[in-house]
């Protein structure tokens, strides 16, 4: 099976400088799958995502590598075709449902405004789907929910919006940065499930962006592990709970709190594990020889 | 590790050095006047009247940059002219800012009656039009040094007052303060020591613009006679001076002007310079 | 029974709700704590769970007298500190310290991490109680000149824990201190609070919205929802048997590392 995201060898680093953020990042994503990315803060997960949305920070600069989406490279491709591939095809689920609302539109219009302005929709087509995504996601009186500001609705609900926002427009791929961080416990299994179930209804690929495995054991299908930059494991979610394969992952594994389990202790990541691993790190650089 | 935010490192060099260089300059001109001003600024000798600076044909030496159209040597009007421009900008900053920022701290963070008494305050100290406020200011006090700076002071206060209000009370909501509150520091001390090094860099900031907005009022102030009495000279005075006899003696008009703009610029570079340098959340 | 350090008789607190002030008159009144009662044990861990709006971090506030209730009564060591005054309660805020959420707002931007951990004691950087503060949170002395723009989440978080037990507190109130980290420094920052509560005789309350930490932690867990306790009770019988349902729904909403359970 064909992916509809493949990711090949891709690297890069903070410009002018030599030090490489992302460390020939590979992996795939079949149509309608779910790849978790995990890793802790710095690793370099949310970075893979921005690189593919193509909002990378000006700051970091891609050296190497190929960013194929449907087959089509997005770094080969001039800005105008990057930026109408990836506004067609793609979609966001930011992580902050707060800052990523504009406090001073009405949420009707921010759902409908991308349809619009970027897919070249006309109004009464946009303000239908938004009404029926708006109810997709079990929000209760759609028509009134559009017309209110993003400061009458709860953390949770703002959220939902997002996630019927970036729907909407039935992207194949959707980027999701820690959706669910920002949100209370409950919420956020509410909102994992209604992710869940509206990628599996509509058959997107999602690119599930976290530092919480346990998220990734309910959603995802295969995961990736980061550590500064490079992928330590790639591997099906059930393979790497039952045996994960690199020790870094095993600890991250120990170091998460099991509240079934009374006797568990919580063991950071061994000072050994993180040598080991920065080793790895160190020879991969060293032979590392950027191609053209 | 990759932090989200990226710190653009700034050259803080240049601009902190080139700005106090100049004003170092204009600082020792006014300090030093008598020692370097080649000529006495007021001493006029028509048969010297409107000589080109030393670089064009038809002047004089010993007369740099020229003379107007009564003989007095440009180079040292300017010089001298430097002591007004520094004693403004000095006086009427330094006092707008106490006033105006003592008053916005307390405002800010001790909130209830202070601060309503200090917003009603400044809401209507700004109603009144600030030009017309100094104009008025000054016919009634006499032209002088003294009610320029006054006037400035009266008029700018509530710049301050509103801005750093504002930091203020930003900075209040943070969990440090509360941090305070529970290690039991007095409110005052808490807004002594914590919030007012957090709220410097706006501080700091306005206060070097507001140095170089002193400079321009004075200029300004002279340039319709409202300013110093008429013998000492002043920038704005000599530019007044210099516009009326512009196609003739240019000079006369540009090189105070010169002297003016670099004054304010460097006012506002310094201010940016020294945030670079010294604030710790930059480095 | 250890004697109680801190006693809660029907703790009230009504804010008034600005969002619905009429032109004219005052503000109506919105109860944000709806009388709480339970006792903290002398050197025990309490687990304050609760979901955004139920009153978790008010209550927190009000244990430090950061808020004043308006009603019900607050005891600390035998004496009812409910309405004392900033000026009385002064000489008790040595031995009631709090650690804040985010580090990043909790540490004075423009201090050292020393002066910070300093402040509090009237001391200078250089007290040799800064030093050992900084030991005992596993920091080394050199970070005492850092500002805290230069040093990790996980280490800010040490920090806010050394400037809270360099007082030498009896009582710590942790509110949401690992909300933000991830899970090797959440480990950390757990680790180093249960050797603190042994070493140094420590009382602490331990405000989540994560139970998944409170386990390992906390002796006895009180579960909040809208302002009110719907549950006190031993971490154990919480776990294994929750009586109340929005406890059950809390534990159901953890995400276990368990891929046979799908969501």
């Known amino acids: 099976m064909s992916a509809f995201l493949e990711i090949r060898d891709l690297s890069a680093r903070l410009r002018g400088t030599r030090e490489r953020v992302l460390r020939s990042v590979s992996l795939q994503v079949p149509p309608g799958t779910v790849r978790g990315l995990v890793g802790e803060s710095g690793a370099g997960k949310s970075m893979i995502g921005k690189a593919v949305l193509g909002v990378l920070p000006r700051a970091v600069e891609i050296v190497e590598g190929e960013i194929l989406l449907e087959g089509d490279d997005l770094l080969k491709a001039s800005p105008a075709t990057r930026r109408r591939l990836i506004g067609a095809k793609t979609a966001l689920v930011p992580q902050d449902p707060l800052t990523a609302l504009n406090p001073s539109r009405r949420i009707g219009r921010q759902v409908t405004d991308r349809l619009v302005d970027i897919l070249g929709w006309d109004k009464a087509r946009a303000t239908t789907r938004a009404l029926e995504m708006l109810a997709e996601v079990r929000i209760q009186e759609p028509e009134r929910v559009m017309r209110l500001y993003p400061h009458e609705l709860s953390g949770g609900m703002r959220q939902r919006v997002l996630i019927a926002a970036a729907f909407a427009a039935e992207p194949k791929l959707i980027v999701a940065d820690e959706p669910t961080t920002a949100l209370d416990v409950t919420v956020q299994k509410q909102t994992l499930r209604l992710i869940s179930e509206l990628q599996a209804r509509h058959g997107t690929a999602l690119l599930f962006v976290t530092h919480d495995l346990g998220v990734v054991a309910k959603i995802c299908d295969r995961l990736s592990v980061l550590y500064a930059g490079k992928v330590v494991e790639d591997t099906s979610v059930e393979k790497f709970f039952a045996t994960p394969a690199h020790p870094y992952s095993a600890a991250l594994l120990a170091a998460t709190p099991r509240h079934t389990d009374p006797t568990s202790s919580l063991r950071p990541v061994p000072a050994a594990v993180l040598d080991a691993v920065g080793d790895e790190i160190a020879a991969a650089d060293a032979a590392w020889r950027p191609h053209g | ?283 | 029974m250890a004697e109680a350090i801190f006693s809660i008789e029907d703790l009230q607190i009504e804010v008034p709700d600005m969002a619905r002030k009429p032109l004219f008159g005052p503000a109506p009144r919105r109860e944000i704590l709806k009388g709480l009662s339970f006792e903290i044990a002398r050197g025990s861990v309490l687990g304050i769970v609760g979901g955004s709006g139920s009153g978790k971090t008010t209550l927190g506030r009000a244990l430090l007298r950061l808020m004043e209730p308006t009603g019900g009564r607050i005891v600390f060591d035998g004496q009812d500190i409910t309405h004392l005054s900033d000026e009385r309660l002064r000489p008790l805020r040595r031995r009631i310290q709090m650690i804040f959420q985010d580090p990043m707002s909790s540490l004075n931007p423009r201090l050292t991490v020393g002066r910070i951990v300093a402040a509090p004691l009237g001391a200078r950087s250089s007290d040799p109680r800064i030093a050992e503060a900084l030991d005992q949170v596993g920091l080394s002395r050199a970070f005492a000149g850092r500002y805290p723009h230069e040093i990790s989440g996980g280490q800010r978080q040490r920090v806010g824990i050394a400037r809270a037990i360099a007082m030498r507190p009896d009582f710590i109130l942790a509110d949401e201190i690992v909300s933000g980290l991830d899970v090797s420094s959440q480990a950390q920052v757990l680790n180093l609070l249960e050797r603190l509560v042994a070493e140094l005789g420590l009382t602490l309350a331990f405000i989540s919205h994560d139970l998944s930490v409170i386990r390992r932690l906390c002796g006895r867990v009180i579960v909040m929802q809208a302002g009110a306790i719907v549950e006190d009770a031993p971490t154990a019988t919480l776990f294994d048997s929750p009586a109340h349902p929005y406890t059950r729904e809390l534990l159901d909403a953890i995400p276990t590392p368990d891929p046979s359970v799908r969501w």
Do not use: K
């Open chain 2, 1 to 283: 590790m990759l932090d989200g935010r990226m710190a653009t490192r700034r050259r803080a060099g240049a601009r902190l050095w080139l700005s106090a260089a100049w004003l170092l300059v204009v600082a020792l001109a006014a300090l030093l006047a008598p020692l370097i001003a080649p000529h006495d600024p007021l001493a006029q000798d028509l048969l010297l009247g409107r000589l080109p600076p030393v670089f064009i044909a038809g002047s004089e030496p010993g007369y740099l940059l020229g003379t107007d159209s009564l003989g007095r040597d440009v180079l040292s009007r300017m010089i001298y002219g430097a002591r007004v421009a520094l004693v403004v900008a000095l006086a009427a900053g330094v006092a707008t800012c106490l006033i105006g920022s003592a008053l916005g701290l307390a405002a800010g963070f001790y909130r209830g009656w202070t601060d309503r008494i200090v917003g009603r305050l400044v809401d209507i100290w700004m109603a009144f039009p600030p030009v017309l406020f100094a104009i008025l200011l000054i016919a009634v006090l006499g032209a002088s040094l003294s009610s320029v700076v006054l006037a400035i002071i009266v008029i700018d206060w509530t710049r301050f007052c509103r801005v750093v209000r504002a930091e203020t009370l930003n900075q209040s909501q943070m969990d440090y303060v509360n941090s305070a509150r529970v290690a039991g520091f007095t409110r005052l001390r808490t807004l002594l020591t914590e919030i007012l090094p957090n709220v410097m860099p706006v501080i700091v900031a306005l206060l070097t613009l507001e140095m170089g907005i002193a400079v321009i009022v004075e200029a300004i102030l002279s340039f319709v006679n409202l300013s110093v009495s008429t013998d000492a000279p002043t920038w704005g005075g000599m530019i007044a001076e210099g516009r009326i006899a512009i196609y003739q003696s240019w000079w006369v008009l540009a090189f105070p002007l010169v002297a003016l703009f670099l004054t304010v610029l460097s006012f506002a570079q310094l201010g940016e310079g020294l945030r670079d340098r010294f604030d710790p959340v930059l480095r």
